[in-house]
C-alpha cells in the first residue's frame, strides 16, 4: 500500500470515528428528550412540548415518524389545487413516495424492532407547531405548522405548549 492510501484510510478511519462520537454525542445530549422520541416511536405516545432551539421557541404536539410523513402528505395534497402543473406533478410525486415509506414503517415500533432494525432517532416532530418570536405565534392562525428538527439542535424543553391568550 503506499504512502497516499494510507494515509487516504487513516482519514477515513479517523473521519468515521469523528462521525461516530458526533453521533452518540448528539443521541447523549438529552436522555430524557430521546426517551420522549422513542415514546412517541414505540408506544405511540403524543404530548404537548415546547422546545428551545439555537434561540428559537418552537411549541407543538410531539409525534412519531409515521405520523409525521401521513400529516406532511395530507398537507401537501391540501395545497395541490392552488399548484400549477409542474407544482402538481411534484407534489403528485413526493407524496408518493412518501406513502411508500410510510407504508415500509410499522404502526408502532417494538424495542427490538428500534434497536435491531432502526438507528437511534435523530429527529422529533411535531403536529400543530407554532414558532415564537417576542410575543408572536407564527403562524397565528389555523393549524400550526407540520415541524421537524434535529434531536441534537434542542438546547433545552418545556412540557406543555405554550398559547398567545
Same mark, same amino acid.
Given at each position: 500500500?503506499?504512502?497516499?492510501?494510507?494515509?487516504?484510510?487513516?482519514?477515513?478511519?479517523?473521519?468515521?470515528?469523528?462521525?461516530?462520537?458526533?453521533?452518540?454525542?448528539?443521541?447523549?445530549?438529552?436522555?430524557?428528550?430521546?426517551?420522549?422520541?422513542?415514546?412517541?416511536?414505540?408506544?405511540?405516545?403524543?404530548?404537548?412540548?415546547?422546545?428551545?432551539?439555537?434561540?428559537?421557541?418552537?411549541?407543538?404536539?410531539?409525534?412519531?415518524?409515521?405520523?409525521?410523513?401521513? /400529516? =406532511?402528505?395530507?398537507?401537501?395534497? !391540501?395545497?395541490? %389545487?392552488?399548484?400549477?402543473?409542474?407544482? &402538481?406533478? +411534484? #407534489?403528485?410525486?413526493?407524496?408518493?413516495?412518501?406513502?411508500?415509506?410510510?407504508? /415500509? =414503517?410499522?404502526?408502532?415500533?417494538? !424495542?427490538?424492532? %428500534?434497536?435491531?432494525?432502526?438507528?437511534? &432517532?435523530? +429527529? #422529533?416532530?411535531?403536529?400543530?407547531?407554532?414558532?415564537?418570536?417576542?410575543?408572536?405565534?407564527?403562524?397565528?392562525?389555523?393549524?400550526?405548522?407540520?415541524?421537524?428538527?434535529?434531536?441534537?439542535?434542542?438546547?433545552?424543553?418545556?412540557?406543555?405548549?405554550?398559547?398567545?391568550?
Amino acid at each position: 500500500m503506499d504512502e497516499v492510501t494510507k494515509k487516504q484510510n487513516n482519514e477515513d478511519q479517523d473521519s468515521e470515528e469523528q462521525g461516530s462520537e458526533q453521533r452518540k454525542g448528539a443521541l447523549e445530549k438529552d436522555p430524557m428528550l430521546n426517551l420522549i422520541v422513542n415514546l412517541a416511536e414505540t408506544v405511540g405516545v403524543e404530548f404537548p412540548i415546547t422546545l428551545f432551539v439555537n434561540g428559537s421557541t418552537i411549541t407543538g404536539v410531539v409525534i412519531n415518524y409515521k405520523t409525521y410523513l401521513r /400529516e =406532511i402528505i395530507g398537507a401537501m395534497r !391540501e395545497g395541490r %389545487e392552488g399548484s400549477n402543473e409542474l407544482g &402538481r406533478v +411534484f #407534489i403528485d410525486t413526493f407524496t408518493g413516495a412518501m406513502e411508500k415509506r410510510a407504508e /415500509e =414503517i410499522p404502526d408502532l415500533l417494538s !424495542e427490538e424492532d %428500534e434497536e435491531e432494525k432502526h438507528p437511534p &432517532r435523530r +429527529f #422529533i416532530h411535531l403536529r400543530n407547531a407554532r414558532v415564537i418570536a417576542g410575543s408572536n405565534f407564527f403562524p397565528t392562525q389555523g393549524r400550526g405548522l407540520i415541524w421537524r428538527g434535529r434531536i441534537s439542535s434542542v438546547d433545552g424543553f418545556s412540557f406543555g405548549t405554550l398559547s398567545g391568550t
